[in-house]
């Protein structure tokens, strides 16, 4: 209600005792006075309540108080009191004033000990900190006065500082300090107070302001005083208001009336008058005196707070307008005449309160008189709720699901001659550009033969075409302007040269091949220094240029305009973006053509899926970029534009309603369309320039030309113009302010001199116009917003809460109803959100925006009518969280990490409220709840979790950024080819998507948190995963899994963006240095341990870009358990360098051999029958533990498909045509065709089993006491034997391949068995090392657990697992070095898992664990994990139950085999359960 009298006139109302959490004041000291809280009542003697009861009821029915306040009817100036929250002290013994956590995790306790008769009242201040220079700086209040005294009596040691304040020191104990104050003066109201650290020069402030006491007043004090009755009634109104108008009990009633009592009492003791409490009470308007005169004696009697009342009931009759301040005068007049006239009529002011109150002056406010609240907050009260009301899982079908038949385009004329010129030319092109001129296209084309520069322009264009050109040596510049012309050799036959440019004609191309003629032109320029060549064509006399502006071609060899091409689509609804791209010739004649265009296809889009929906989005935005033309030779009325856009916002609604998995994206489509509008609001546009012109005799010049523009085609250009002229007549008519604006806002000259009906002139008013500009200009854009920025907060929020306008020529007869049933409460929520929305603190802000998105989150998802106005209202709160956050960034410069933390909480709320699938975030949300619950109690390892949790935020915005390059940019990339979309536009798509939203604002809030979290949790910038000094030049690739397989040819550190878990290092490799997080006891960080390689992850940007910088120089490495030293080599360091990573890399010993492994004559084997001729160690040694380990250690019973039974299977007649197949894809395989492996995959899978297989593998199983698959249907025992063969085929995976052969292993020779074991539905699973890996520490053991199957763990599933160690002489007391960051789990039904069990693992000198897969018969579900319920998390006696016994676990299996172990395992219901173990390498 900015402007209007519900804000300006209410807030003096009787009604609207004004309320601040914050007002600051001054006093002495110089430091403003804060204080927290409203006192809370005295308790008063029986006796003394009774004698004061009021005649009247003061009972509560139901939310509201029944009696009200009367009027003061008396004449008096009233006196300005401005009220403070303050610290609540009660009339007991001694109660608890305030308990504060100040900086640093400090708390502070105030308590104060009320007097009674003849005693002293104390103050009791109690600091968790503990310093010998600990003084409190402080002073008393004396009556109302702000100034200091300093109190005659003093606690000892008590000094004087410069006669303004006292200073005390505090006595400490401990961790604590103490100090005592006595006050014996009855005039004393309050003590304030700062706590000074002398030594360190430290203060601890409230907020930056004073500590406020407030003091009980004496019994004996306020026994002989008595308070109106009326008054007292007014104050217990407002208190509970202020406490949210709660439903009280009957004791509670009387206790809130008898607290606000008392609180007057005590004004009254400090010496308010009665009369000037009332005028307190009643806010009255201290500006306009009452004046003795008999000539308005008449007028004067009726009190100035029932003309604001019925000035307000007229207000909101009106349908709540904005009212100048003339008009708000005027309406004062009004609602004082129809009160006179009442009064006139015989009646008394008592009768016209109780007509008012009661209805009977054709009123209908008088209810929300009562409900609503007219004090304007500074804070709002979040309500508490449950994060997962808000959980979305709607998922859009994955795209390769979608059966998306697309016919091949065919080629233009203009890019057969592309083709034709390409394959004549033959050299590498500089420049390719086709750009869309209509229904026809224009070709550009720069090649560099020879050091020529060679031009080919070529256009499908049938009528005759010139272009008028010129050369120039600077970017864009037109060099012939009064210089020499080119030599004749540049300019092709038949140019004519002009003053200052060459015009040259267009001719029938010659390449006599293409089934459609072109018009082309070919410039040979063999001089040097020319940079470009802009030009223009011209056509029937008609100029054709590039939207707007010159062409220019590029000459450089950098060109970042050159046109890739973006090949068939894939990853795209290749169909409709070609439909779209051929449409666009008529979408450019106006938004009308656009929008209904796009309605059109919105049934096709669905169709499409989200895909579909990314196509109509990426076009959309290139439209709201301007990088499509908005309007083409076509008038169109801007009404007919607003119900355009009505009718696509309407489409986008239902798909909304009808199609959760893709609100996403339609809420991004929404942001780049207005909300339109049926009927006449689009019509205003034309119309209401008109008044603007008339009302300020602006006729002439540039708002005629403006005029011209928006009659003729309207756009969400006109909303920047008309801000551009408001800051330009509020800059007092500084041009360069109307410019600057326009120009931030992607406004040009060209631009506006592009439009159909141009704008040429710049604004040039009088000064006497400049008010009522400012006031015609600030209405004007409202209308322009309601049409064009439906996203825009100010008009979102005004749609939603209703609007009527009936004068002034703005917005004339235009009536919009409030949405019905919105939330109690909401439309003073968004009040306030409106007040703060250019408050510089921002965090009340953040917390109103986020509250109200809350409230109206039911809403939107149901059928409403007014669903869109509910949305755009959506989409607005969202981005304004978005700019809040941007504008606070200041506010967090010198904050802890609380309040970091606290930021953090708020954007990623924001976020999660507006995707489609946020259980992830919801779950990223609660554990930093959990973090600051941690933070605030002084957990020790807050930092710690917190840190964790930081984590899994940035890996759940990575996977945002992931989905939006897979289902937006490549939209983006072929629409943008197929309409001759800029390339850098083409480019940045993506990230000016991210960038638009919440995303990149949380990611910045976690760069700032993370040093922070780091520092205190002791985790340094680096962890060390295999501490190996190293030699190395320095290569920076994106992700380790793209360069495995490549070989170094020199000592290599390799800078990976990404390291997912399971890689292979690459030849060469001597270090990977990385920012991702892989799991210490991840396959990758074993292999690295294992070949010596360097291994680390870094958490500090600033390193890693100095990393960066030195690419392509030699590094030296040199890392302890928890950092990395590095430093340039230079000079003669390189040669002894170089000879140190030769001895490094002489690799494994030619001694490494396999030895092949002929079949036993058994398809099957139990575990007693296990042997090194049968099986592989991994086999081996999980029967050796078999009866060996104590009982509180499961095995899980085993059986085995022995060596040689692939072998035997592949050799049955059954599989003749699978073994010849294989037989040729070898030799492809032999002849470097890696292609091959995935075709030897796939063949082995053809496989049948033969039945003795079956029946032996059925027998062995069984007689174990394992099921049988084939139990359960034929079915089943398919699926097993699938998983079987898919262990056999992982010796051809690509990773195992080049790992063999890299270390000169035969990879024929390589045998695969398969162990076969009941998978353990696992609660957790843990990786154990029972020497500490990163340290060498053989008397600590390390180990990992993940939640679910172990898969996570040494996989490739991003995040970290929880990491502890634990001293092998101490396993009760684990410590835990890092908690989980996983996102996911996996979690499986009871089932078998066929382990793959090769003759090459575990050999002495190479590591082959891990190479080969792993592969359950049925398939584990994926689960989005919630730390914030995992009692591993939660419950230290259960975390060090668990952790205790998986170290003890590991302590035994050591001490059986004699030697260090990798051990894997589970815990299901508390127990431990070993699945495997091998010696630790």
């Known amino acids: 209600m900015s402007n209007s009298i519900g804000r300006n006139v209410l807030h003096q109302s009787l009604l609207c005792s004004t309320v601040f959490e914050h007002q600051s004041n001054r006093h002495s000291s110089g430091i403003p006075a804060n204080s927290l809280f409203q006192a809370v009542s005295i308790n008063q003697p029986a006796g003394a309540s009774a004698a004061r009861k009021s005649p009247l009821s003061t009972k509560f029915y139901g939310t509201s108080l029944n009696a009200r306040p009367k009027m003061a009817m008396g004449r008096h100036r009233p006196v300005l009191i401005t009220p403070r929250a303050v610290l609540a002290v009660d009339s007991a013994s001694e109660q608890l004033a305030g308990k504060f956590n100040l900086e640093g995790n400090v708390e502070l306790q105030i308590t104060v000990g009320a007097p009674t008769p003849g005693s002293l009242t104390q103050v009791n201040i109690e600091i968790s900190y ?32 410069k006669n303004r304040a006292l200073r005390t020191p505090f006595v400490s104990s401990a961790s604590k300090s103490f100090v005592k104050i006595e006050i014996d003066d009855p005039a004393i109201v309050a003590v304030e107070f700062l706590i000074l650290d002398e030594a360190q020069n430290k203060w601890f402030k409230n907020n930056g302001a004073n500590f406020h006491v407030k003091l009980p007043i004496r019994e004996e004090l306020i026994q002989n005083v008595s308070v109106p009755e009326d ?43 009665v009369e000037d409490l009332r005028a307190k009470l009643t806010n009255k308007n201290d500006r306009q005196e009452i004046k003795e005169s008999s000539s308005h004696g008449t007028k004067n009697a009726i009190p100035d707070d029932l003309v604001q009342i019925q000035s307000y009931i007229r207000w909101e009759r009106a349908g709540k307008p904005n009212y100048s301040a003339d008009q708000q005068l005027r309406e004062f007049e009004e609602a004082r005449k129809e009160l006179q006239s009442e009064l006139e009529k015989g009646i008394s002011l008592d009768e016209i309160w109780k007509k008012i109150t009661k209805g009977e002056i054709q009123t209908k406010v008088s209810d929300q008189l009562k409900t609503k609240k007219y004090f304007r907050t500074e804070r709002i009260q979040r309500k508490q709720r449950d994060f997962m009301q808000i959980l979305n899982k709607h998922v859009a079908e994955p795209t390769e699901k979608k059966n998306i038949s697309v016919e ?54 049938k009528e005759p075409l010139i ?31 002009l003053s200052g440019s060459v015009e040259t004609t267009f001719t029938t191309s010659s390449l006599a091949d293409l089934p459609y003629q072109v018009q082309s032109i070919e410039i040979e320029i063999e001089e040097e220094g020319y940079v470009g060549m802009p030009f223009v064509l011209q056509s029937g006399g008609n100029w054709i240029k590039n939207k707007g502006s010159d062409f220019y071609v590029d000459f450089s060899y950098e060109s970042k305009q050159v046109q890739q091409d973006f090949g068939d689509g894939k990853g795209t609804a290749k169909a409709l973006l070609e439909k779209i791209a051929g449409l666009e010739i008529e979408a450019q004649k106006s938004f009308m053509h656009r929008f209904n265009i796009a309605a059109d296809l919105i049934q096709e889009a669905k169709e499409a899926g989200e895909l579909g929906f990314a196509g109509i989005l990426v076009w959309m935005r290139f439209m709201a970029t301007r990088q499509l033309i908005w309007n083409k030779n076509y008038n169109v009325k801007p009404r007919e534009i607003s119900k355009a856009q009505d009718r696509l916002t309407d489409l986008l609604q239902n798909v909304y309603i009808s199609n959760p998995e893709y609100r996403e994206i339609v809420r991004m489509i929404l942001s780049t369309v207005g909300r339109g509008g049926e009927g006449d609001v689009g019509q205003r546009i034309r119309d209401e320039i008109l008044v603007i012109q008339r009302n300020n005799n602006c006729k002439g010049g540039m708002m005629e030309e403006w005029h011209q523009k928006l009659h003729n085609n309207t756009s969400p250009d006109d909303v920047i113009i008309c801000q551009a002229l408001i800051d330009y007549i509020k800059s007092d008519f500084d041009i360069s302010a109307y410019w600057k604006t326009l120009n931030d806002n992607g406004i040009t000259k060209e631009r506006l001199l592009s439009y159909d009906r141009a704008i040429h002139s710049e604004p040039n008013f009088r000064r006497d116009q400049k008010d009522g500009l400012l006031r015609d200009l600030g209405n004007y854009m409202r209308t322009l917003k309601a049409v064009h920025s439906g996203a825009d907060l100010e008009s979102a929020i005004t749609n939603c809460l209703g609007y009527r306008s009936e004068g002034q020529g703005f917005m004339v007869g235009v009536q919009i109803n409030p949405i019905p049933n919105l939330p109690s409460g909401f439309p003073e929520l968004l009040q306030f959100v409106s007040e703060h929305v250019e408050d510089r603190n921002v965090e009340a802000l953040l917390e109103g925006l986020l509250e109200a998105r809350q409230e109206i989150r039911p809403l939107l998802c149901k059928h409403n009518d007014r669903l869109k106005d509910l949305l755009f209202l959506d989409i607005a709160l969202e981005s304004s969280v978005r700019t809040a956050i941007e504008k606070g960034y200041e506010e967090l410069n010198e904050a802890g990490p609380e309040k970091i933390m606290y930021f953090v909480s708020l954007i990623l709320e924001n976020l999660a409220l507006s995707l489609d699938d946020n259980e992830d975030l919801i779950y990223c949300l609660k554990g930093w709840s959990n973090a600051l619950s941690m933070s605030k109690s002084k957990s020790d390892n807050w930092a710690l979790f917190a840190k964790s949790v930081l984590d899994r935020t940035r890996l759940a915005l990575a996977g945002k950024a992931d989905w939006y390059q897979k289902v937006l940019q490549p939209s983006a990339e072929y629409l943008g080819t197929l309409l001759s979309v800029d ?20 990611s910045l809030l976690l760069n700032r948190l993370d040093p922070v979290l780091r520092k205190t949790a002791s985790l340094g910038s680096w962890q060390v995963i295999s501490p190996v000094e190293v030699f190395g030049y320095v290569a920076v690739v994106d992700e380790l899994l793209a360069v495995q397989d490549k070989s170094y040819d020199r000592p290599t550190i390799l800078l990976a963006r990404r390291v997912k878990g399971e890689e292979e290092i690459p030849d060469g490799t001597v270090a990977v240095l990385t920012a991702d997080m892989p799991d210490v006891l991840s396959h990758v960080s074993v292999r690295a341990r294992n070949c010596k390689v360097c291994f680390a992850t870094c958490f500090d940007p600033n390193i890693l870009a100095d990393l960066q910088s030195n690419e392509g120089k030699m590094l030296h490495l040199k890392p302890t358990s928890a950092d990395i030293a590095y430093s340039v080599v230079e000079g003669s360091e390189l040669q002894d360098s170089s000879s140190a990573n030769l001895k490094e890399e002489d690799g494994p010993s030619s001694s490494v051999t396999l030895v092949k492994k002929q079949f036993a004559g058994r398809y099957a084997i139990t575990s007693d029958e296990f042997t090194g001729e049968l099986v592989g160690a991994k086999s081996r040694n999980i029967a050796y533990l078999k009866g060996k380990v104590p009982s509180w250690i499961g095995i899980p019973t085993s059986v085995a498909l022995p060596f040689g039974v692939f072998e035997k299977v592949l050799s049955d007649n059954i599989n003749q045509a699978v073994a010849e197949k294989l037989q040729i894809l070898k030799q492809k395989l032999g002849e470097e065709d890696h292609s091959a492996l995935r075709e030897i995959r796939e063949t082995v899978l053809q496989m049948k089993a033969p039945n003795q297989l079956v029946q032996e593998l059925k027998t062995k199983m069984k007689s174990s006491g394992m099921p049988w698959p084939g139990d359960e249907g034929e079915q089943r025992w398919e699926q097993a034997w699938m998983a079987i063969k898919k262990v056999w085929a992982s010796k051809w995976n690509e990773r195992a391949f080049f790992s063999t052969r890299r270390v000169k292993l035969d990879h024929e020779y390589l045998c695969m068995a398969v162990l076969v074991q009941e998978i353990i539905n696992a609660d957790y699973a843990f990786v154990i090392h029972t020497t500490n890996p990163s340290s060498g520490d053989s008397s600590e053991i390390y180990a990992e657990v993940v939640k679910g199957l172990g898969e996570t763990l040494v996989g490739a599933y991003p995040g970290r697992a929880l990491s502890f160690v634990c001293k092998k002489n101490d396993l009760k007391y684990p410590r835990v070095l890092g908690y989980p960051s996983k996102p996911i789990g996996l979690f499986i039904r009871r089932s078998i898992i066929f382990r793959s069990d090769s003759n090459g693992e575990d050999l002495e000198g190479y590591a082959g664990a891990g190479l080969y897969d792993s592969v359950p018969m049925d398939e584990a579900e994926k689960v989005v994990l919630d730390y914030s319920s995992d009692r591993l998390i939660t419950d230290g006696h259960f975390q060090q139950s668990i952790l205790s016994s998986i170290a003890r676990a590991g302590c035994e299996i050591e001490e059986l085999f004699g030697s260090a172990q990798d051990i894997e395992g589970v815990v299901r219901d508390g127990k431990i359960y070993v699945v495997q173990t091998r010696p630790q390498m």
Not at 132 to 160: C, F, M, Y
Not at 467 to 492: D, F, R
Request: hydrophobic share 40%.
């Open 130 to 161: 503990s310093s010998n220079s600990l003084l409190l700086h402080w002073g008393a209040i004396r009556d109302k006065k702000e100034k200091w005294v300093l109190p005659s009596r003093q606690p000892d040691g008590t000094k004087n500082y």
């Open 408 to 461: 091949p385009k065919a080629l233009t004329p203009v890019e057969l001659f592309v083709g034709a010129t390409e394959e004549q030319e033959g050299d590498s092109i500089l420049n390719k550009k086709i750009y869309k001129l209509a229904d026809k296209e224009l070709l550009v084309l720069v090649h560099k033969p020879g050091g020529k520069t060679k031009i080919h322009l070529a256009t499908d264009f």
């Open 467 to 497: 272009l008028h050109w010129a050369l120039s040596k600077k970017a864009g510049e037109w060099l012939m302007y009064g210089l020499q012309a080119p030599p004749p050799s540049v300019l092709p036959a038949g140019s004519v040269l």
């Open 231 to 273: 008054l007292v009634q007014t104050q217990a109104y407002l208190r509970w208001e202020r406490k949210g108008k709660q439903i009280y009990t009957p004791e509670q009633e009387k206790e809130e009336y008898e607290a606000a009592r008392t609180e007057l009492l005590e004004e009254i003791v400090r010496g308010t008058s």
């Open 983 to 1002: 390339k850098w536009a083409v480019d940045i798509f993506t990230e000016e998507m991210i960038r638009a939203g919440s995303a990149a604002a949380l």
